[in-house]
């Protein structure tokens, strides 16, 4: 299959302006992500997608850039006008805010494509914080792996266990948290850009539910990484100490 690997980003933020720029550790947020991304195997392009030219002329050196409409509300809609006029059978739209994004992720994400229309990706919650925080989204599958619902709820309900603390229901149950990575075939984002906004979606602000919504699934690949994004300034010390924390461990090896 011939995959893209788009990363959309925009230099507009409401809690980070110029965010794709930030520099973490003397390297520009999205620099670090291209890197990362360069390491997946299953991609057979890498490419970032933006309307500004800012970001465009710092990404050029590393990475192909295609430029896109202003007015895009999503990076699933900025991505899909890249699509539209690339020659592929599928897409991974990987965040520009996850500079530690692990490449077998995006591999597995990828590669799941050749069997599914739609692919994302979730890990257990195991801090309790993230039980009750809206941000933080989750997800329940089938038996067989497919999405069943996407909440910023804490779901499923533990009707036996609902007056316990957080940290016993998450030992009660594998709660699942999303990771915003998708894998579309081409044709199913297409198709999903030119459906309506959904009533779910508009309820819980998740585009995802838009395709479940439409009777298109999405196969949720369960992995052992939990993504480290960056919201806020505050965010970038957070990152630096991590990459400082694995240099340590890499050159301890």
Avoid at 221 to 227: A, C, E, K, L
Avoid at 228 to 233: H, L, Q, R
């Amino acid at each position: 299959m011939q995959i893209l690997g788009i990363i959309p980003a925009r230099y507009a933020s409401t809690r980070c302006p110029g965010k794709p720029l930030a520099l973490i550790a003397g390297k520009p947020l999205i620099q670090r992500v291209i890197e990362q991304c360069r390491q997946a195997r299953a991609l057979t392009e890498l490419m970032v997608a933006t309307d500004d030219a800012r970001i465009a002329r710092a990404v050029e050196p590393w990475c192909r850039v295609e430029m896109t409409s202003p007015s895009h509300p999503s990076g699933s809609d900025r991505i899909a006008e890249v699509a539209s006029r690339c020659a592929c059978d599928a897409v991974v739209n990987i965040q520009g805010d996850e500079p530690l994004i692990v490449p077998e992720v995006i591999d597995q994400v990828a590669e799941a494509l050749a069997r599914q229309p739609m692919t994302t990706a979730a890990t257990p919650i195991s801090d309790p914080a993230d039980y009750d925080n809206p941000n933080v989204v989750k997800v329940v599958v089938s038996s067989t792996g497919q999405a069943l619902y996407f909440s910023r709820r804490t779901i499923p309900y533990l009707r036996d266990a609902v007056t316990r603390p957080p940290t016993e229901q998450l030992a009660a149950f594998p709660f699942l948290k999303h990771l915003g990575i998708y894998g579309y075939r081409r044709d199913t984002l297409l198709r999903l850009v030119s459906l309506p906004v959904s009533p779910l979606e508009a309820a819980e602000k998740l585009e995802q539910l838009r395709a479940l919504e439409n009777g298109i699934s999405i196969a949720v690949i369960q992995v052992d990484y939990d993504g480290v994004g960056v919201d806020t300034p505050e965010d970038i010390g957070m990152v630096e100490t991590l990459l400082r924390s694995r240099a340590r461990k890499h050159s301890s090896a």
